[in-house]
């Protein structure tokens, strides 16, 4: 079972050892702190993490359409495919736009880009599909945040420590005369992180198949995309 939001603050009080009236290591500002905590794991993980793996499938009937509201990047650029085998070239946008008219009609589509239209994260093809093709998308999620006390942490427990020592660290760093304390826990979060995460990449290695095999194993980087 993964750990509760009022159990990872309840950690991070115990490693303040100080204020005990909670009039700087607030329950706001230890939840703050957490979930600051949390995205930076993902963010120093490149969203690489088995826990932020997912799918997505669409029924285009536009040029474009919105990716879901907890995209980062695609998983894997050549795992976009329309119906179960055929899969789509990613490419960027800039490659199409001005040398092709993508509005034409042009049924199954073989290339694909990703971009943000500084509001979403939106899949465009080069050319409108049929609304007959299902397309699966693979991609790296934002994790779910923590809001109440009883919510779980969308990573498990070996995670704890890591979310803890961060928190510790974001809000020692506020308080005068604490500065070495808190470059003691960035530390410590550095260490663990760089320990953990290079151990599931390598568990990311059989959690990403998605009809295909990836050649020499290796992460292909997203040609569009946050990382």
């Known amino acids: 079972m993964a750990t509760t939001l009022s159990a990872l603050r309840t950690q991070v009080t115990d490693e303040l050892k100080m204020d005990p009236n909670q009039r700087i290591n607030s329950t706001a500002v230890m ?130 420590m890591m979310i803890v020592d961060y928190a510790v660290f974001l809000i020692l760093r506020r308080i005068k005369g604490f500065e070495r304390k808190a470059a003691e826990y960035l530390q410590f979060y550095n260490d663990e992180i760089s320990s953990l995460t290079s151990n599931e990449l390598v568990a990311l290695q059989g959690a990403l198949r998605f009809g295909y095999q990836r050649a020499n194993h290796d992460q292909v980087p997203n040609p569009r995309g946050i990382s």
Do not use: C
């Open 31 to 160: 939840n703050r702190a957490i979930i600051r905590a949390l995205r930076r794991i993902q963010q120093d993980a490149g969203h690489n993490l088995p826990y932020n793996v997912t799918t997505t499938t669409i029924t285009p009937d536009t040029q474009e359409e919105n990716l879901p509201s907890d995209f980062r990047r695609i998983a894997e650029p050549n795992g976009v495919k329309s119906g179960s085998s055929t899969s789509l070239a990613p490419v960027e946008y800039t490659a199409l736009v001005g040398f092709r008219d993508l509005t034409i009609s042009i049924g199954t589509p073989s290339m694909y880009y990703v971009r943000h239209d500084g509001t979403n994260w939106i899949i465009g093809f080069e050319g409108v599909p049929s609304s007959s093709q299902v397309l699966t998308i693979p991609y790296l999620k934002k994790l779910t945040e923590m809001s109440a006390d009883s919510d779980e942490s969308p990573l498990p427990e070996e995670y704890d």
